[in-house]
């Protein structure tokens, strides 16, 4: 099973409407968590059950202008995470995926590039990562290589530099994100 849809609506929290701040949370987190729930009872008949939860990596860096989606985001990698120890040896295998920019229908809309930290990627990396992580039995896939996981490491050790950061693309990232909306 893979809980791949999603949605996203960026921007100011307070110029973003109640109904697509609703619709984030229904499609990018509950529904996953009721479709692998309605999925559980087959998925382990064959000892190779496995859930794909495609996250994003602002689950793991939360961007500015980006608060309901990384909230939708971030817990669908919790979800994934409690799910994959409730079945620990019970034949169903759990992976979380953390794609970074994608070039994808859900990305038109966003004018982000580079300046403002986005650096896009073709969707089949993306799958072929996926893929090869299924098949050697990762538990997640972090995309955007060593850049993404320095800056994991320093949002856990020292948030407040990652704040100053990203403080600095601020003003760019709000303008070019303002009408990202794949809702």
Do not use: C, W
């Not at 169903?92 to 953390?98: A, D, G, I, K, S």
């Not at 229908?105 to 073709?122: R, W």
């Amino acid at each position: 099973m893979v809980n791949n849809a999603g949605n996203v609506r960026a921007g100011r929290l307070e110029a973003i409407e109640e109904s697509e701040v609703v619709a984030q949370i229904a499609l990018n987190l509950t529904a996953p968590i009721l479709l692998t729930r309605a999925a559980l009872p087959s998925l382990p008949e064959s000892d190779r059950g496995l859930v794909v939860n495609i996250s994003s990596g602002i689950g793991l860096i939360a961007m500015p202008f980006y608060a309901t989606y990384a909230a939708t985001k971030a817990g669908i990698a919790h979800f994934g995470e409690a799910l994959r120890r409730a079945l620990h040896g019970e034949g169903v295998h759990v992976l979380t995926v953390y794609p970074g920019a994608t070039s994808t229908p859900m990305m038109e809309s966003s004018k982000a590039g580079a300046a403002e930290g986005f650096e896009y990627e073709p969707p089949e990396s993306v799958a072929d990562a996926t893929v090869e992580a299924i098949l050697d039995g990762s538990l997640t896939v972090v995309r955007d290589g060593q850049q993404r996981r320095d800056m994991i490491a320093t949002n856990r050790e020292d948030p407040s530099s990652v704040d100053r950061m990203l403080a600095e693309r601020k003003p760019l990232l709000e303008k070019a994100v303002e009408a990202h909306s794949s809702i």
